[in-house]
């Protein structure tokens, strides 16, 4: 496959947002200069001004491209009904013109030359199935540089990590990439019948590259292609999690393995079981007494640089977390502990968390029902009949060092219990 002849179909579902997603289109024409592109919105039913300003903006932005190629370069489908994110993708995917599809959020924004790195690895490796770039927070802290597994759930790797971190860096193969920024070829995608429409906007992309994966296909975060995200920014979009999550493990249950420890190690982190029972990762030891030893007696300026740079230097947002809690500024404590809690899975922290509700303004209290729902849930994991069940559960990985992981948790609850 030559990179010259490459050419995509960028595909973007939309619901209301306008304003998101004319800034979305406007990066996508300035920043995407080196492939031939099609680009198809598919609204789902929008009450804002995509109605009307659709049309205008795509035709303007993208009404001279490509006719060669394409006969037009931008196509608006409006359906009737809202249909969510899978069945939107899939209709534009039917509509797309170009061998490789782009599903692209409309809570993006694009940067220069994000392109061709995603390119370039298709045209050297022929056994890819998908790739995706590394997603970026406007704070340059990571959003998406690969899926992994726990024991029970997928999760974001080096999510809130800077955009800078050796870890982040790094070419990433892993089980399941995010769907807000997907590069995939056509034919392979219409084979598999492409999103699973089942799914409420919510774990479609986790389930097709599972099935990808299981095919023997590689799927791959490319950051050198960095794109920003805004992240969930569809009204309602997280409400059909635990449905989604149902349908997840039915379909998809026995085709995942944990695999968080394995990229742990590989970047020099030590990984452990927390208290939800599942593998979290932290720095070794030597790290933290290291990190200790340079920041005693420096300024809060120094402490907060090293912690910046060290997301999983617990000790260092600890320190800062209760100076700031004895200080009076309870809005950076809570940070700092939602930050842990959100980590170590610690029932320790988000006692901490529920300990300062009332106590900090403009604070929604979902962040507290939240650490409350956890507290509780933490509790109850604390019965070593759960933690029995789990040993049982990883046995059938035959991962010696997961099961390691796993006795040794179990000896301490014991010991503990003892």
């Given at each position: 496959m030559s990179e010259s002849f490459f050419s995509f179909s960028v595909i973007i579902p939309v619901y209301n947002k306008w304003e998101l997603t004319a800034q979305c289109l406007r990066s996508l024409k300035v920043c995407t200069q080196e492939y031939a592109y099609e680009v198809i919105v598919v609204d789902n039913a929008s009450s804002d001004d995509t109605q009307t300003c659709l049309e205008?903006?795509?035709?303007?932005?993208?009404?001279?491209a490509f006719q060669e190629l394409f006969?037009?370069?931008?196509?608006?489908i409006h359906l009737p009904e809202n249909r969510n994110?899978?069945?939107?993708?899939?209709?534009?995917?039917q509509k797309a013109q170009a061998p490789f599809l782009f599903f692209l959020n409309n809570d993006t924004?694009?940067?220069?030359?994000?392109?061709?790195p995603l390119v370039e690895s298709f045209a050297k490796n022929h056994d890819l199935a998908a790739v995706g770039p590394l997603l970026l927070y406007e704070n340059n802290t990571v959003q998406h540089v690969g899926v992994v597994f726990g024991v029970t759930r997928p999760l974001h790797i080096y999510r809130y990590f800077p955009s800078t971190h050796p870890a982040v860096l790094k070419e990433r193969d892993v089980q399941s990439l995010t769907g807000a920024a997907l590069l995939v070829q056509r034919k392979l995608f219409l084979s598999m019948g492409g999103f699973y429409e089942a799914y409420c906007n919510g774990f479609e992309d986790v389930d097709l590259c599972l099935h990808m994966h299981n095919m023997g296909m590689k799927l791959r975060c490319i950051p050198k292609s960095i794109i920003y995200h805004l992240e969930s920014q569809t009204p309602g979009r997280d409400k059909n999690d635990e449905n989604n999550g149902i349908i997840l493990k039915r379909r998809c249950g026995k085709l995942f393995f944990p695999d968080v420890h394995i990229h742990g190690i590989r970047d020099g982190f030590t990984p452990f079981v927390a208290e939800d029972l599942d593998i979290s990762l932290q720095i070794t030891r030597e790290e933290e007494n290291a990190l200790l030893a340079q920041a005693e007696g420096q300024s809060m300026e120094y402490w907060h640089d090293l912690i910046v740079n060290n997301p999983l230097w617990i000790g260092g947002r600890k320190y800062i977390a209760e100076l700031a809690e004895q200080q009076g500024n309870m809005r950076l404590a809570l940070f700092l502990y939602s930050e842990i809690a959100s980590w170590t899975k610690s029932?320790?922290?988000?006692?901490?968390?529920?300990?300062?509700?009332?106590?900090v303004d403009n604070v929604e209290q979902s962040?507290?029902?939240?650490?409350?729902?956890?507290?509780h849930k933490l509790q109850c994991y604390a019965d070593a009949i759960y933690i029995k069940r789990k040993l049982r559960e990883v046995q059938k990985w035959n991962d010696k060092k997961l099961l390691h992981l796993y006795e040794?948790?179990?000896?301490?609850?014991?010991?503990?219990m003892g």
């Open positions: 205008v903006l795509g035709r303007e932005l993208f009404g001279a006969g037009a370069a931008f196509h608006a994110f899978g069945p939107a993708c899939n209709l534009g995917a924004v694009l940067t220069p030359h994000w392109a061709p029932s320790h922290y988000y006692a901490k968390i529920v300990a300062l509700e009332g106590r962040l507290f029902d939240e650490a409350k729902k956890s507290l040794e948790k179990y000896a301490a609850m014991q010991q503990g």
